[in-house]
């Protein structure tokens, strides 16, 4: 009886020590979002946070039920089709293009059958990203922000916080589909209220630093910020070329104006990206992308840094500073 209970123990710790490698290779694999970034990690930590709060609201938290693949163009938009491209090979579930129009374009050219979840400015129609906002077709839906339509009003603001500017510049990178549609609007502004405009292009850090030293050169009188991601990447040069000058400067992000951007307006980024996640974890569920309405963020904010006004020698109006959704001191 020994002897029996001996093997049958052998027998029992034989098949415990296989199990769960048995188990282990039975789990099923988690669904993998693509992640397709205009530009670098370290100015969209926020944003990415945004995202995966709005996943977690549907159930989805990333290592645990799903996993993400990252690529980042590094504001490199050419780079943007051979980065989809991969993901279209890894065949992931969804993918997720952020920064504005170019990662969702390349997203759409890469394929016409997985899932595609965008968070961009402008408007997608326009662009040909869906056939309409109420029923997108096809593989494509998301969250619209309307960056390049209230470029006016943060035109608006910039010459109430510097009512003296007679020539401002307009900074936009002439690589972003939505170029031409965001300087339209803001000459239209800019001769409604009477003022010039001085255009000036960027899409690489050399151009860069060649326009600030042309706005130098004309004595523009202050700076109105393209709503482009690789603006934002590259704020540190922009906000050290824009102080060095004493050259007030209006930003797209509330991120900008935190770091030392004299102000913001625009939309509140983290809560687009919200939404973003929350219909990335509806089509986890099922839901078809040609189904769900494009969303439009309408949550917009306007920061103020007071450091930088002094710094400029601004006196902010009191209109404004009651106006303001965030003041930093």
């Not at 326009?126 to 309307?146: E, F, I, K, Q, Y």
């Not at 009477?194 to 292009?201: N, P, R, S």
């Not at 904010?301 to 930093?328: C, R, S, Y």
Request: charge should be positive.
């Amino acid at each position: 009886m020994r002897r029996r209970g001996f093997i049958a123990g052998l027998g029992a710790a034989a098949s415990s020590a296989v199990w769960p490698r048995t188990a282990r290779a039975q789990q099923p694999k988690l669904p993998v979002l693509g992640f397709l970034g205009a530009t670098t990690p370290e100015p969209n930590a926020e944003y990415v946070a945004g995202l995966r709060q709005g996943l977690k609201e549907t159930g989805f938290v990333e290592g645990e039920n799903v996993a993400i693949e990252y690529r980042w163009a590094e504001g490199r938009y050419d780079r943007l089709p051979a980065l989809a491209a991969e993901l279209v090979k890894r065949q992931v579930a969804v993918i997720v293009p952020i920064g504005g129009a170019p990662p969702t374009l390349a997203a759409k050219a890469a394929t016409s059958t997985i899932p595609i979840v965008f968070n961009m400015g402008g408007d997608p129609v326009r662009l040909g990203v869906v056939a309409s906002l109420g029923r997108p077709g096809g593989n494509v839906t998301g969250v619209a922000m309307l960056v390049v339509e209230i470029q006016a009003k943060r035109l608006e603001l910039l010459c109430e916080l510097v009512p003296a500017a007679a020539l401002i510049a307009v900074l936009v990178n002439p690589n972003n589909p939505q170029a031409d549609a965001e300087l339209r609007a803001v000459q239209e502004a800019a001769r409604t209220i009477g003022k010039q405009m001085l255009v000036l292009t960027a899409s690489t850090e050399g151009e860069l630093e060649t326009a600030i030293a042309t706005l130098v050169q004309r004595r523009a009188d202050a700076l109105l910020v393209g709503a482009d991601t690789f603006f934002g990447s590259q704020f540190a040069l922009l906000h050290a070329l824009t102080m060095r000058h004493r050259i007030p400067a209006a930003y797209y992000t509330r991120e900008a104006a935190v770091r030392g951007g004299l102000m913001s307006y625009g939309t509140n980024f983290r809560d687009a990206y919200r939404q973003t996640g929350v219909y990335v974890g509806r089509v986890l569920k099922g839901a078809k992308p040609a189904e769900l309405p494009v969303t439009q963020a309408t949550n917009f904010e306007f920061v103020l840094n007071l450091n930088t006004a002094k710094a400029l020698g601004i006196d902010i109006p009191l209109k404004l500073h009651a106006f303001a959704d965030e003041v930093i001191e």
